[in-house]
């Protein structure tokens, strides 16, 4: 079951050791260098997580506390504190919230992502690899749901079971799963006819270890470029629910909540519902410029 | 060739159907099964148990589940909505008007995005890795990666807030008003052109490499002539087909938009009926929305048949 690992194309390549995993993604990297685009993706990318991360050390205040209500930026409250992006209608600070935020959305992001990508990957290779009424009846489900327009979605299963973490996870799942589902599917549909599927179906592995081993690593290359956009439109997507107010519950800070809280002041203060927007536009900008990056280096090979 | 086209055309129809059937059922399951929940939202969440058990019985709510599904959809069918506990209104006095005010802006968000999104998407795709093209690109990475709520809120900071030229509400309160469109608009073309844009430069650029485009170049005919007549036409069915599947992708920001503006269409009303629990109305908005993107789907597929002769002659 060895094959030689060394090919340049980096695609009929099965995964088979962590070591060789670190180099292959060492060499992505290197030629994402070339992308100016991609790096420019990765740079914001990484800054937001770095950010989201360190956030207790890099925030100036605790982002629940209050002081001084509608502070403008740079202004400073009768105790002398400094508030760089000023404070919000309950008097929290600003830049805290923003950085305390880029956890919430970090973490609910690429949860809810790679969730929906693990049901629509088995979804998928059910659908691709085993055929016949598997794939009749998972495609005929993926095209009921994919022919509701997400947003409805949405807004009818959380309006009615509730906004909760679980529930904006399940129903972004729900909503995405059946789309990855046929990208996977068509992957498969065309990885199945290569040699090397029937050489591994002629030595009798089973269904499973086809699936896992030989097609999915397979498929890698284009899932990972629509990984990284997805997870530039889930945060959107995330980000829109709660500026409609069917996100998650206050007083955390989330960007899109924090957004819908502070609309009605917008017109005296807009520094409240600027640097929220700022923010989610930026970190789904790096997310897309990556994308753009490991697409354009996946075509060149 | 007019029957295999009548056979397709029916097929899509039946699967438009079984399409529907199936949302008709996913919607009842979720909404109507529950006939506590239909009597909290309808009596509202301090109505007593034997208030709730009376109204339940009055309307037939004690019958088996199929039963009121049959009697549920053909009621869709005669035009009898129920009735909307938020507005105190029959459900379509109030969800058809609003209807028509999303499709006013649906329609001049389109109006604009479809030339502005082909116009560049042929300039890009014509030449590939050129600076033109890596402008555009660049220009639709960065458009759809603000959120239609973002969009919304640097326009209005600028033309509302800063120069004050545009009204911030759109809520039409004085009858229609143009200039109050404009920035509704706007936000929905701002996010939405960059994905067919991209979709057309992608067709463009492939039809660029085709042998065709290479022959007639070769022939010496000029520049203009081979990209007007013989490479657009073939890069221009792609993007029919995206730009009406956009309908769903549109309507996440009609509601965005709405909500933003408070103008007064079928997205801010979905929206509504599911902050408050206005079970009937969340139904017939919901059936309303997916025969909508359904219909789109099938006219997609029926329209790209009749634009590309490979399909229609096989």
């Given at each position: ?6 090919n ?14 670190f ?13 100016r ?89 059910l ?33 009615v ?42 030595r ?5 270890f ?52 502070a ?28 994308a ?10 | ?19 529907m ?21 309808v ?5 007593t148990?034997e ?89 639709c ?51 939405d ?51 009406l ?25 979905l ?42 002659f096989?």
């Amino acid at each position: 079951m060895k094959k030689n690992n060394e090919n340049l194309s980096g695609k009929i390549v099965p995964a088979s050791s962590v070591g060789l995993a670190f180099k292959r993604a060492v060499k992505s990297f290197a030629l994402l260098k070339e992308s100016r685009i991609g790096m420019a993706g990765l740079f914001l990318v990484v800054l937001w997580i770095l950010i989201a991360i360190f956030a207790p050390l890099i925030a100036p205040y605790d982002p629940l506390a209050n002081f001084q209500p509608f502070l403008k930026p740079g202004m400073v409250d009768s105790k002398g504190n400094l508030f760089l992006l000023g404070t919000d209608q309950i008097g929290r600070d600003m830049l805290s919230r923003l950085i305390f935020g880029a956890r919430r959305v970090l973490i609910f992001a690429p949860l809810a992502t790679f969730s929906a990508y693990l049901v629509g990957i088995v979804m998928g290779l059910l659908a691709g690899y085993r055929g016949g009424w598997w794939d009749i009846v998972l495609t005929r489900v993926g095209d009921v749901i994919l022919s509701f327009p997400p947003i409805v979605l949405y807004i009818v299963i959380i309006g009615v079971v509730g906004a909760t973490a679980i529930n904006i996870v399940a129903a972004i799942i729900l909503a995405s799963g059946p789309g990855i589902m046929r990208i996977v599917r068509g992957l498969v549909l065309d990885i199945r006819t290569r040699e090397y599927i029937a050489a591994a179906e002629t030595r009798g592995e089973s269904d499973l270890f086809i699936m896992l081993v030989e097609i999915l690593p397979n498929a890698r290359g284009p899932l990972i470029v629509d990984a990284c956009l997805r997870l530039g439109f889930v945060t959107i997507t995330i980000g829109i629910l709660a500026f409609l107010g069917l996100g998650l519950p206050p007083p955390e800070p989330d960007w899109g909540g924090m957004v819908n809280e502070a609309r009605v002041f917008a017109l005296a203060f807009p520094h409240m519902t600027l640097f929220p927007c700022i923010a989610i536009s930026s970190l789904v900008l790096g997310f897309n410029l990556l994308a753009d990056g490991l697409r354009e280096i996946s075509l060149r090979d | 060739m007019q029957i295999p086209v009548l056979v397709f055309v029916l097929k899509r129809i039946g699967y438009m159907v079984f399409t529907m059937v199936a949302v008709s059922l996913l919607v009842f399951l979720l909404l109507e099964v529950n006939v506590e929940g239909v009597a909290v939202g309808v009596l509202g969440p301090y109505s007593t148990e034997e208030q709730r058990n009376l109204w339940l019985e009055a309307n037939g709510y004690f019958r088996p589940a199929y039963v009121r599904y049959f009697e549920w959809v053909s009621r869709f069918f005669t035009g009898d909505l129920g009735h909307s506990v938020r507005f105190n209104v029959p459900v379509a006095d109030i969800m058809w008007p609003r209807l028509w005010n999303t499709a006013i802006l649906g329609f001049w968000a389109m109006a604009i995005i479809i030339p502005m999104s082909l116009v560049l998407g042929v300039l890009a795709g014509m030449k590939e890795g050129s600076p033109q093209d890596r402008a555009v690109s660049l220009l639709c990475i960065l458009t759809v990666s603000v959120p239609e709520f973002a969009t919304a809120t640097f326009f209005s900071a600028v033309f509302v807030f800063g120069l004050k030229w545009l009204p911030g509400i759109s809520a039409m309160t004085d009858g229609f008003d143009w200039v109050q469109l404009i920035l509704p608009v706007a936000v929905l073309v701002t996010y939405d052109f960059g994905y067919v844009a991209r979709m057309t430069r992608a067709s463009m650029a492939e039809v660029m490499t085709t042998a065709y485009i290479r022959t007639a170049f070769l022939k010496g005919l000029p520049y203009r002539i081979v990209i007007s007549k013989h490479a657009l036409r073939n890069a221009l069915i792609a993007p029919f087909t995206v730009i009406l599947l956009q309908f769903n992708w549109l309507l996440n920001g009609v509601i965005v938009v709405e909500f933003a503006f408070a103008y007064k269409g079928f997205g801010a009303l979905l929206l509504e009926a599911s902050l408050n629990e206005d079970i009937y109305l969340i139904e017939a908005c919901s059936m309303v929305a997916v025969f909508v993107a359904v219909s789109t789907q099938v006219l997609a597929d029926i329209g790209y048949m009749y634009l590309n002769p490979r399909i229609r002659f096989k």
